[in-house]
């Protein structure tokens, strides 16, 4: 298994601001992935951070909005650039085990006004 | 494309009742499937994890199977409690996909059991 931790846990930010959120893992990992979660929908993929290497961002998520930083197997930060109201969701980190089980932090929700 | 369907989006029980959330999903070339918990303001918990060779994983009151090739899971919950109200999430990987640890979700069952 593995724990995670998140930061913050909530935030309330102005539109045209930024917020980093950190994710830090209690076990190295390869595979480190950032979801959205907006009111009301499921999750969805933003990207997977692979140590060593660039982000991959899925189809309607670009760096320069969600850039990644994974600097090591026990951490990577995700920030949301120039937010807008839209931006208001809750955002998780989550890592995948060898044995394909993913394992998520507790989250992060922010509010843009 | 993958697509994740589950039902009932919502699900009201007596405390005690067995009960049955599915989960279903268009592409059978899956890698595993998993079902997880949301519980308000909390992150998600995984409960259980089907690889793509089994039928079916059990974990105390829970048992979820695995019908691959009709592209269905089912989540049976036994002697349910109130805490066990929560959002349930079906997730699968697709064995196509190079990132084969990639989740598509379904939208969740929301349950709730009353006392």
């Known amino acids: 298994s593995a724990v995670i931790s998140q930061k913050p846990s909530r935030d309330i930010c102005q539109r045209g601001t930024s917020l980093t959120i950190q994710c830090q893992v209690d076990?190295?990992?390869?595979?480190m992935f950032w979801y959205r979660q907006q009111p009301g929908q499921s999750l969805t993929l933003i990207a997977t951070a692979n140590q060593g290497s660039e982000a991959t961002y899925e189809s309607g998520f670009v760096i320069d909005k969600f850039p990644i930083s994974r600097p090591n197997l026990t951490f990577s930060t995700l920030t949301v650039s120039n937010m807008s109201p839209e931006d208001s969701s809750i955002y998780l980190c989550?890592?995948?085990?060898?044995?394909?089980?993913?394992?998520f932090g507790p989250g992060t929700r922010l509010l843009v006004l | 494309k993958q697509e994740v369907t589950q039902i009932p989006a919502a699900l009201s029980v007596p405390e005690g009742e067995n009960l049955v959330l599915n989960c279903s999903f268009t592409?059978?070339?899956?890698?595993?499937l998993q079902w997880f918990r949301q519980d308000p303001g909390k992150g998600l918990t995984s409960l259980l994890l089907i690889q793509s060779s089994q039928r079916e994983q059990t974990s105390g009151r829970l048992n979820a199977s695995l019908d691959k090739s009709s592209g269905r899971s089912t989540l049976y919950i036994a002697a349910s409690q109130p805490g066990d109200s929560a959002t349930y999430l079906c997730?699968?990987?697709?064995?196509?996909?190079?990132?084969?640890?990639?989740?598509?979700w379904g939208l969740g069952t929301s349950l709730a059991v009353n006392p």
């Open positions: 592409d059978s070339a899956i890698y595993n």
């Open positions: 076990s190295q990992v390869t595979m």
């Open positions: 997730a699968v990987s697709s064995s196509n996909a190079g990132n084969n640890r990639k989740l598509i």
């Open positions: 989550s890592v995948a085990t060898g044995g394909g089980t993913q394992y």
